[in-house]
């Protein structure tokens, strides 16, 4: 059994009302949620919060080393249904998360994720629908490798983030290029908006280790179909029609496994957030949230 990691992590709104946790995806800390959309949020009476995932931020981070080589060979194997083995998986991030409750002593949750977010939202549904309020997932899949695969092009620049070096040049370059291979065609990321997202990396504590055992985490969860059949909580799945690291038929199967999930398609949405699609989506979040508090 894989210990617990204490998790940071940041509040907004007011505390008595319903809590909606908010989960950040791979090598993201949760200042990568955008300000709008929180803002909406708690404009719209909930109580956010927004953990780091271990392994990134200021939440713990774990001492295992994982070489490139490694990291390949476990794609391949996880790719043909094997099992892989990892410093710790996305179920143990969930416990990280159910932990946290404990400590805040919150009962009962809204949970919601995007990306890697959305797989350990996934698993705390999973491990704790007691828990559970509600599930919203963005932009994620149910560990299925057939449809959890997208153009190898987005693939291959989000596995070559991993063996490069971080300096300052590097991340920029590389962030740059990765948005324009896995986000939301025909939109322009500002020089401010990019500083801002650098920001975020540079405050994230994000290395090359902590993405791939992130990356390793998700391979070992492997397929979570037969669990997701057997879930009985109000989920939404929305997903970009245009995303090109996890294709839209991963958000569909999500939405066909869990009996009464609403499927919410965004055109031309890729694996990001761009602002156009922040109030739209937060409109959703906010929605689901209380409807799922009347079941």
Known sequence: MHRICRLAFKEYGDKTLPTLVLLMGLGMPSGAWPESLIRLLVQQGLHVVTPDNRDCGQSEFCSEKVPFWT???????????????????????????????????????????????????????????????????????????????????????????????????????????????????????????????????????????????????????????????????????IHGQADPLLPVQAGQELAKCVEGAKLMRIAGMGHDLPECFIKPIGQALAKHCYSGALR
Not at 170 to 197: C, F, M, N, W
């Open 71 to 237: 990291l390949m060979r476990s794609v391949a194997w996880y790719v043909f249904g094997g099992t892989v083995h990892a410093p710790y998986s996305v179920n143990d991030m969930a416990m990280d998360v159910e932990n946290l409750l404990n400590e805040q002593r919150l009962e009962r949750v809204h949970i919601a994720g995007f990306s890697l977010g959305g797989m350990i939202a996934q698993a705390f549904a999973i491990r704790a629908p007691h828990r559970t309020i509600s599930l919203s997932c963005i932009s994620t899949a149910t560990g299925n490798p057939r449809t959890g695969f997208g153009q190898l092009r987005a693939v291959c620049s989000v596995l070559k983030n991993c063996s490069q070096t971080e300096d300052s040049q590097t991340r920029y370059r590389r962030l740059t290029q990765l948005l324009k291979t896995i986000g939301s065609p025909g939109v322009h990321y500002s020089d401010v908006e990019l500083a801002r997202y650098m920001q975020v990396l540079k405050e994230g504590n994000v290395t090359q280790q902590s993405i791939r055992r992130q990356l390793m985490a998700i391979l070992a969860a492997g397929d979570r179909r037969s669990k997701l059949r057997q879930l009985v909580v109000p989920t939404l799945v």
